[in-house]
């Protein structure tokens, strides 16, 4: 039966926002990778003169993951006389790169006091020694309070150490909400590859739907193990660190596309600054493109070959790669043994310019299909059948 349409394709795009909030949980100003608290939860310790808190003010408090709350935090049992220090055991020894502390909420509101003493002149010790006999500074607040809610600070000295001690530096009361460190293991590789400046892309073989695009190698402090080609920022393959060309296919005639290649190495990190070109594929001899059928049984089943006596079910894409309208018919057509058409299914219809297309159609094999293949093309109508299309063969 001939189907007349006109197919409208619309698309809509739906930007969804997803809001996730916590009550006091900071939001942590990473720059660069992003390393692991290494205090979560770990083991704390404090001045014998000082009598631990219930929760929620014990000094576990301070390291469980709940930062900027009113009422949450290690609060000392006395501030008179005494310099109140937290120590946490890292449980192993750790590369320090970021230290994070949340102020707990002195903001003047809801029946809530200012205070900013909290915020400043404390000092963030790490050694290697419980007692902390010997110990190196790796930040601190001296004098000026830090902006709220949270104090930032990153660390450069690359030694690693076990034990991190929050001290303060006067006599007085305090109180810390959360204290975050963030850590690497010695020799744990946090740095992406990186590309030689002036690094690009070279292409040649463009075509109507398919381009090669060749790379330099980029460079790493262990190994390049792989690289990814994105096509307009979507991911379009994966291929070894040894390969560095690609050949893209698929393409639609005379449009322009982005490419971007980046480096991966053996711990996963991602370079971000990979080359990028842009290109635009040449104008199509033909106004239609028939790319791969998909085949299948009547139960989804993909076929690799004609099956007798079976339903079949093809679904086809076809691309107009004209910068105008098209009308055509959409053909499936199967052929017997003396090339002589046995069955077939079309549709007449329109197409936009550059528009994509999905036919699904199909029919029953026959009991015997010795000899027997299926083409799928395009005519410009039963009644003329001038192809405007190459043609697809399934045997």
């Not at 039963?382 to 299309?389: A, G, N, R, V």
Request: charged fraction near 20%; include cysteine; hydrophobic fraction near 35%.
């Amino acid at each position: 039966m001939l189907i007349k349409n006109r197919m409208m394709f619309i698309s809509i795009c739906c930007l969804m926002i997803f809001l996730f909030s916590s009550l006091g949980t900071s939001v942590s100003f990473a720059a660069g990778p992003e390393y692991e608290n290494v205090a979560l939860n770990k083991p704390v310790s404090i001045p014998e003169w000082d009598t631990p808190r219930q929760p929620p003010y014990a000094p576990e408090n301070a390291v469980d993951g709940i930062g900027g709350v009113w009422t949450n935090g290690w609060e000392p049992s006395k501030g008179d006389g005494v310099k109140p220090w937290l120590q946490i055991d890292l449980l192993d020894e750790y590369v320090i790169h970021r230290i994070e502390i949340d102020d707990r909420p002195y903001d003047g509101k809801e029946g809530r006091p200012e205070w900013e003493a909290p915020r400043k002149d404390f000092e963030i010790r790490a050694s290697n020694d419980p007692t902390f006999e010997t110990y190196v500074v790796l930040g601190s607040t001296e004098g000026e309070p830090f902006e709220i809610p949270t104090w930032v600070h990153y660390v450069t000295d690359t030694n690693a150490y076990r034990y991190i001690r929050y001290v303060r530096l006067y006599e007085g009361w305090t109180f810390l909400s959360e204290i975050r460190v963030y850590g690497s293991k010695p020799g744990e590789d946090f740095t992406p590859p990186t590309w030689s400046e002036g690094s690009e892309i070279t292409v040649s073989d463009i075509s109507e739907t398919g381009v090669t695009l060749t790379w330099p190698a980029a460079t790493d402090e262990n190994e390049v193990t792989e690289y990814k080609i994105y096509k307009n920022d979507k991911l379009l393959d994966t291929v070894a660190g040894s390969v560095l060309s690609y050949n893209v296919t698929g393409l639609i005639a005379e449009m322009e596309y982005a490419f971007r290649v980046e480096a991966i190495d053996a711990a996963g990190n991602e370079s971000t600054n990979g080359p990028v070109v842009t290109i635009t594929t040449l104008p199509s001899s033909t106004q239609f493109t028939i790319q791969e059928p998909v085949f299948k049984d009547a139960l989804g089943n993909v076929l690799e070959r004609l099956v007798s006596s079976i339903d079949l079910r093809a679904s086809i894409t076809i691309t107009n790669n004209f910068n105008s309208q098209g009308n055509a018919c959409f053909m499936l057509a199967l052929y017997g043994p003396d090339k002589t058409f046995e069955n077939f299914a079309y549709i007449q219809a329109t197409l936009d310019a550059k528009q994509i297309y999905i036919f699904n159609a199909g029919f029953t094999l026959p009991s015997d299909i010795e000899g027997y293949y299926i083409k799928a093309f395009v005519w410009d109508s039963m009644e003329e059948m001038q192809p405007l299309s190459n043609t697809v063969i399934f045997e």
